[in-house]
């Protein structure tokens, strides 16, 4: 079972831009699709960006296209999300997560995801 861990969040001003990382352990990591997810209080959890093993692509939910940039990099065993242009909406715990299986292409449900990291709480202030 891969191990995640995120770290990166804290509070922002609307605007502002917070870059998350998570370190996944083992050696499978350069193996599996990666997501980002994230859960705002009182509401279900949703995706919000996903990421091929080799990085070579990548999908975003429609509501931060264009402000968001999944990354990663299989030497470290890190997988990151930019977040630019960031607006209150946007508070919420984010988690990465791991999709079951090998060199599979990426999906935008949770149930396809079987490790997840503890999150990390982001919060953007009007």
């Known amino acids: 079972q891969m191990q995640l861990a995120e770290s990166g969040g804290g509070l922002v001003q609307a605007g502002g831009s917070l870059r998350l990382s998570c370190v996944a352990s083992?050696?499978?990591?350069?193996?599996?699709?990666m997501g980002w997810f994230r859960q705002a209080p009182g509401e279900e959890r949703a995706f919000v960006a996903a990421?091929?093993?080799?990085?070579?692509?990548?999908i975003y939910a429609d509501s931060v296209k264009g402000r968001f940039t999944i990354s990663r990099d299989n030497a470290k065993n890190m997988l990151y999300l930019q977040m630019n242009s960031l607006k209150p909406e946007d508070t919420a715990v984010y988690y990465c997560?791991?999709?079951?299986?090998?060199?599979?292409?990426?999906?935008?449900?949770?149930?396809?995801?079987?490790?997840w990291g503890q999150g990390t709480q982001v919060t953007v202030s009007a």
């Open positions: 997560a791991r999709r079951l299986g090998l060199y599979v292409s990426y999906s935008a449900r949770s149930a396809d995801y079987n490790s």
């Open positions: 083992g050696r499978l990591f350069s193996k599996c699709t």
């Open positions: 990421i091929t093993w080799s990085g070579a692509d990548t």
